[in-house]
């Protein structure tokens, strides 16, 4: 297993020891159910916003109850070891909460990083981050990437016979 990989108990320890360090820590997270350059441009947005970049992970109960029956397409194991193989990516943790809310409030970050479908003012987790003293950012590029624009395509060739 990654270095990277961290166990969720091992966050609240993470962010202490980065912290000392005097390291600026950012934090974006997702369900990254199948990973496309939206993803990558994304985190790699995320990366510039600090020194070290934590990526939470949402679990596969998580992700079946905000995407529905038949997802994740891809087991948190294997999502979670293609986030690790990224440069940009400093260290990922798993999280069974409906929002990253327990781990930002672990980790403690300066910055949380969310998509360009998301605005500062409707990320559900900004008032944790302006109580915790940190900031929410905006990063990656525009939102014309998906795993569900990607699933329809490859029915639309299955349909068409363009397998």
Do not use: W
């Not at 087991?75 to 798993?94: G, H, I």
């Not at 969310?114 to 929410?136: A, I, W």
């Amino acid at each position: 297993m990654s270095p990277k990989i961290i166990s969720r108990s091992d966050v609240v320890a993470l962010g202490e020891r980065l912290r000392g360090e005097g390291k600026r820590i950012a934090f974006a997270n997702g369900c990254f159910e199948l990973l496309h350059v939206g993803h990558v441009r994304f985190l790699e947005g995320a990366r510039e916003q600090g020194d070290v970049l934590v990526v939470g992970v949402n679990s596969d109960r998580a992700v079946r109850a905000l995407k529905g029956a038949g997802r994740p397409l891809l087991p948190e194991a294997a999502r979670v070891e293609l986030l690790a193989a990224l440069a940009c990516v400093d260290y990922v943790v798993v999280f069974d909460d409906d929002t990253a809310e327990f781990v930002l409030r672990d980790l403690r970050p300066h910055v949380q990083c969310k998509g360009t479908d998301y605005t500062e003012e409707n990320v559900p987790e900004r008032l944790v981050m302006r109580e915790l003293g940190g900031v929410v950012r905006i990063v990656g590029d525009t939102k014309n990437h998906s795993t569900r624009d990607i699933l329809a395509e490859i029915a639309r060739r299955e349909r068409s016979g363009g397998g």
